[in-house]
């Protein structure tokens, strides 16, 4: 029997086994106390135990196998406890080795860190599930993009690249694997348009990496990112219906399925920098909350909050000015549309507008995170694609996109979503590497 | 409307509007047939127009969008037809340029290919979906393992090592981007199982790499693997009995929802490469179809065929041995169990058996492709793994992993499935390159 189906007995069982690790031990003059727990659950089972059962190996973290009767519990705080006929260790653990270092507070500490990432998994998998339903119900098709490609999709030059590991071997070659450069992806994007062309809305949930030296509480070297494409669509509305209607969907189911781990995070967020709950973001999402960027440049100069980074029509938003947005739009979430043409990569759409050249792109800004997703139509008009990319010098090296422009193109658009960062939102996270179990960032790679 | 909602839609519609590409065009003097699609749907959607709406770039492949009725069609083989009042022609495609090289009969084997990939896409999503319920369901938590590790799992030395792209940065610096070496993962084995000393069972579904320098129709330099790691396990027959399920759940599901492309599928399979549908396999399917690596090795040594490799205790299954003892079993799913200790990685567990010394290994054999699955128990004595370890020079690098046996350290065990191997089974493809939309492999990365 796991945990959480013990707690959740309707009935009493006479013979019951349960495994688990052991996360506390009481022992009285007449009674051995136990709290077990094996994942299923955030709560533990409670073991009520004869103290001869008691015996060294029986500590905090051990793997312990108890067999038993399960019956109602006297107390008001659980269903049901377990009474325990045998106790079998059959993972001791060593904890004047393994804890030596933690006060008693910080036993409590190491409990709510275990609940917290306990909870952090779960909640990604019930995200996962969400967005992959929702898409589903919407007609859109899973596609699988390659982690490894020939192609550096942005030119941003924030690449990892692939060699073979034994170098001997790859010089003595004197060839690359696959013939040509190889780098992590960065964006399933430019895949996922090939596969638009063929299934209309497309979606694909995969790992993406940035080779970024950067220790911000907002940056992975690799995180996971929700992307989808939508061909037959001529307007960035119709973009931001989808963005908004993915985060609104995932988020208020969040927030009615989960309540209970949402403010386990929300009560251990270290005070002063608590911040108001999601609950009240997710619901209240007005869909006028849009600004173009040339609005936002012209908030931001008339703001008294004095900024490192000047604002300046032409430069990117920087964190403390995404920040400073949300803020002065009520603390909800923000759209910034129609960025400046030469801030934005090569094949967003021209939106033919000046003296302030601005391109058809947009970022959703959220309290707490700053940008989450990012979207834009896509350039479909051949013309306009060949002489931004000759211009770059581009031409030959996606000469397969452009032949995307040539057979049965049409105008579309698409997004992708960060999930660590939307996870890092939900669940008032101050630090992304919290939210996952193997964070990757430079100068750290553990296991 | 999509394609797929038109062509079942139960009434007459008054005013539609459908967008997708031209997959014929047919002029006849008094009407104009065409068909679209928009990958919602294997079938096409008639659209019937007054000859008067042709033009030049209505041809074979374009990108259209057409105003019009939806009618009950007067053919048998389709329920609803499209009567056109507007075409427009959203994107043209040159077919002198797209085709110029491919004959009529090329042109219906371009129709073919093109079914068939958009087939394996759905089937893709399906197969996936069911392997998320199914885990999920029986109470396992999907965990993401991480793609950029320092560990090389099975120092196999069959890895892609990682670097920064801009190489001069890198020298200058003369540090790796993580401190350490990085690699692509070859599995997420090691990862679930430090997370299975939390949640009881795992499992994880994502990117995994070879630097084999293969150019065989199993293997893949990108794959997906489904794995999944069970604490409190002691037996091998527990292992097998998830993958079982799994494999039996997952197979008989798709046979029975989507028998259409299943067929669709064997059809076009080449002659002669044809083989018994997995029909026949999915439902039959022993349990007690296990024989010990032992067993298949006397097998194979009194086979009356001729084999390249020989067959001797002690070394590697080959494709072609595996293929004997597939037939041999009579074409159903073959369990091989206890492999030779000295062939399999430090992680198995040791079965103290001898003088043919084995571990707790498992591989699945299925028809047409070999072996599907691999699973073991893990070794969990701390003694055993510290010994293995530092016999085979690897006890520093796998301190953390011994760790994992010193606190509440449980037997467990799991077991990996190649996905898209899976896929090829299901589907009955011949080369692995055929079920995904961009294989990689050595000397090739396009895209």
Known sequence: LRVREALRAPEPVEQVKVQGWVRSVRSQKEVLFLHINDGSSL???????DPSLENRDLTFGSAVEVQGKLVKS????????????????????????????????????????????????????????????????????????????????EGAGELFQIGVSNEAKESAEKT?????????????????????????????????????????????????????????????????????????????????????????????????????????????????CSISYSEAVEILKQASQAFTFKPEWGCDLQTEHEKYLVKHCGEVPVFVINYPYDLKPFYMRDNEDGPQHTVAAVDLLVPGVGELCGGSLREERLPF???????????????????????????????????????????????????IPFPRFSHSCLL
Not at 82 to 98: F, H, S, W, Y
Not at 406 to 426: A, C, T
């Open 74 to 153: 006297p107390h008001k705080m659980q269903n049901m406890e377990l009474k325990a006929e045998t106790i079998r260790v059959v993972g001791p653990c060593d904890t004047l080795v393994c804890h030596c270092s933690r006060s008693p507070t910080d036993r409590t500490t190491l409990e709510m860190d275990f609940k917290m990432s306990k909870c952090a998994a779960k909640h990604a998998q019930t995200e996962v599930s969400l967005m992959f339903s929702l898409f589903q119900d919407n007609g859109y098709v899973h596609i699988h993009t390659p982690v490894i490609t020939s192609n550096d999709c």
């Open 43 to 49: 709560e533990s089972l409670q073991i009520i135990a």
């Open 176 to 288: 690359h694997f696959f013939n040509v450069p190889a780098f992590l992806t960065v964006s399933g994007q430019l895949h996922l348009e090939v596969m638009a062309g063929a299934f209309t809305h497309v979606f694909t949930f995969g790992p993406t990496f940035r080779a970024e030296n950067s220790q911000s509480r907002r940056h992975l070297a690799e995180f996971y990112m929700v992307e989808a494409e939508l061909s037959f669509t001529e307007s960035l509305q119709d973009i931001m219906q989808v963005m908004e209607d993915l985060f609104k969907t995932v988020t208020s189911t969040v927030l009615s399925k989960c309540p209970h781990d949402v403010e386990l995070f929300h009560k251990y967020v270290a005070p002063g920098k608590q911040r108001s709950l999601p609950r009240k973001m997710g619901l209240f999402f007005p869909s006028s």
């Open 385 to 435: 694609l060949e002489s931004r990319l000759q211009r770059l010098g581009l031409a030959d090296t996606y000469q397969w996109y452009l032949d995307l422009r040539k057979f049965g193109s049409v105008p579309h658009g698409g997004f992708g979503m960060g999930f660590e960062r939307y996870l890092q939102y939900i669940l008032g996270v101050d630090n992304i590497k919290d939210v």
